[in-house]
T-cell receptor, first 120, second 107 residues
Framework: DTGVSQDPRHKITKRGQNVTFRCDPISEHNRLYWYRQTLGQGPEFLTYFQNEAQLEKSRLLSDRFSAERPKGSFSTLEIQRTEQGDSAMYLC??????????????????FGSGTQLSVL | AQRVTQPEKLLSVFKGAPVELKCNYSYSGSPELFWYVQYSRQRLQLLLRHISRESIKGFTADLNKGETSFHLKKPFAQEEDSAMYYCALYTGNQFYFGTGTSLTVIP
């Protein structure tokens, strides 16, 4: 499978513990997005990278969340001191964006299967 | 502020009947709209985008800037269309997703 892969698929943790998720995008894609999705809601933007640069981070994201993409390839999302409200599906998506600010017509987001986090 | 509204959480239609999934958006700039679909046990995937003016699996969607809408339509629903559908707005650096509509096509 050459699509976006996420690891682990499921994570159960106790409140207060730290967790880290990994996302491997499609190899030629330079953009990588993290989203969070809770039951009955659509994906909510968390942050995105263009290559190794983190270009935007949601204002709703607390300081307990941090993401990296050190070599412009895979990315990690860490949540420190987890809370029960962090329980959600964490989705990663990648795309290939070139050129200026507008989105080119032949680009689209490719999603991973997600990591389901349960905080007890 | 940017916002995407999908008023129907659940929608059921009979096989062969027309289907329309509603999407309204709020955005002060020039919008780019998409429909994403998630079939059972599959990952979220792009269905179509307004800028391509394409028909995918019989679905079409027209951007109406006056009504700020991007409704998804199909003249004859099929059982395999049963899925979760998300409307998404792209603003140049972020995608904003609606809450989704779960479509069930009754045989």
């Amino acid at each position: 499978d050459t699509g976006v892969s996420q690891d682990p698929r499921h994570k159960i943790t106790k409140r207060g513990q730290n967790v880290t998720f990994r996302c491997d995008p499609i190899s030629e894609h330079n953009r990588l997005y993290w989203y969070r999705q809770t039951l009955g809601q659509g994906p909510e933007f968390l942050t995105y990278f263009q290559n190794e640069a983190q270009l935007e981070k949601s204002r709703l994201l607390s300081d307990r969340f941090s993401a990296e993409r050190p070599k412009g390839s895979f990315s990690t999302l860490e949540i420190q001191r987890t809370e029960q409200g962090d329980s959600a599906m964490y989705l990663c998506a990648s795309s290939s964006k070139t050129g200026g600010a507008s989105f080119a017509t032949n680009e689209k987001l490719f999603f991973g299967s997600g990591t389901q986090l349960s905080v007890l | 502020a940017q916002r995407v509204t999908q008023p129907e959480k659940l929608l059921s239609v009979f096989k062969g009947a027309p289907v329309e999934l509603k999407c309204n958006y709020s955005y002060s700039g020039s919008p780019e709209l998409f429909w994403y679909v998630q079939y059972s046990r599959q990952r979220l995937q792009l269905l179509l985008r307004h800028i391509s003016r394409e028909s995918i699996k019989g679905f079409t969607a027209d951007l109406n800037k006056g009504e700020t809408s991007f409704h998804l339509k199909k003249p004859f629903a099929q059982e395999e269309d049963s899925a979760m559908y998300y409307c998404a707005l792209y603003t140049g650096n972020q995608f904003y997703f609606g809450t989704g509509t779960s479509l069930t096509v009754i045989p």
